[in-house]
């Protein structure tokens, strides 16, 4: 599987992004997929998760009801869509994606076999 993440760039607080993690190689269906972000100094942490179904989805605290994951089947697509930015949401985002034979759920990176280029998003106060 091969991912190529795009979308990032600077934006003030308060403004909207959307990122897309663009998958070849395996059709979304059989892989459960997720975005996590990097801060400079910080330590690689999830932020959103989407089952292989597309039928459930998790999202930590700090995001949610600003972010929404989605999926586009037809274009082997997931997306991530980011609402009412924060400084704090400044990071490098990377798609992941998981094989699995269920439609379980996970949020931790460890648990993910390939990852995307990451994509700079860059909040400004």
């Known amino acids: 599987v091969q991912l190529q993440a795009s979308g990032g760039g600077l934006v003030q607080a308060g403004g909207s992004l959307r990122l897309s993690c663009a998958a070849s190689g395996r059709t979304l269906s059989s892989i459960g997929m997720g975005w996590f972000r990097q801060a400079p100094g910080k330590e690689r942490e999830f932020v959103a998760t989407?089952?292989?179904?597309?039928?459930?989805?998790r999202y930590i605290d700090s995001v949610k009801g600003r972010f929404t994951i989605s999926k586009d089947s037809a274009k082997n697509t997931m997306y991530l869509q980011l609402n009412n930015l924060k400084p704090e949401d400044t990071a490098v985002y990377y798609c992941?994606?998981?094989?699995?034979?269920?439609?379980?759920?996970?949020?931790?990176?460890?648990?993910?076999?390939?990852w995307g280029q990451g994509t700079q998003v860059t909040v400004s106060s």
């Open positions: 992941a994606a998981r094989v699995t034979d269920t439609d379980n759920l996970s949020y931790i990176p460890t648990q993910y076999h390939y």
């Open positions: 989407i089952s292989r179904s597309g039928r459930d989805t």
